[in-house]
């Protein structure tokens, strides 16, 4: 199991600005759909704030990381906070794992290319075993000094 340090310094590695190119696939139907959203990381000591603006919605998120858990003030699909369950896979991939209002989030995000590319995917599964969200996203970092 990752300790805390090897959290942080993960998402440590994902400070700055961010351009996300993202994929739903929504509901028995897999209907689609594609958004554009920037969005950053700021990474200090066990705490880390996200903040983003897209094509469906603008935000903050804030959480605190302790041990194997990252404690959001805010969930994606809740205004409630929210615990996520993290795995580090190796060290460049954390998979995160939360779940509420019946519904399980498996979150799973790969740093590559010298940490200028975020690969993401998330699956959203309820109760009942339906799979009810897929998502998948192409992040890229945006160079703010030229």
């Known amino acids: 199991m990752a300790h805390e340090t ?61 041990g194997n858990l990252a404690k959001r003030d805010v969930g994606y699909f809740t205004d409630e906070p929210t615990n996520s369950e993290m795995t580090m896979i190796d060290k460049d991939c954390v998979v995160f794992v939360t779940s509420y209002d019946g519904t399980t989030y498996r979150e799973e995000i790969r740093l590559c290319y010298n940490d200028n590319v975020r690969l993401r995917q998330t699956v959203a599964q309820k109760d009942n075993g339906d799979i009810n969200i897929v998502g998948q996203y192409f992040e890229e970092r945006v160079n703010t000094s030229e």
Do not use: Q
Request: proline share 2%.
């Open 6 to 66: 090897e959290f942080t310094r993960w998402f440590a590695r994902s400070n700055g600005s961010w351009k996300s190119s993202r994929r739903y696939l929504y509901g028995p139907k897999r209907k689609a759909d594609n958004y554009e959203t920037e969005f950053s990381v700021n990474t200090l000591d066990n705490t880390v704030t996200i903040s983003w603006d897209g094509d469906k919605s603008s935000g903050d998120m804030n959480f605190v990381l302790e």
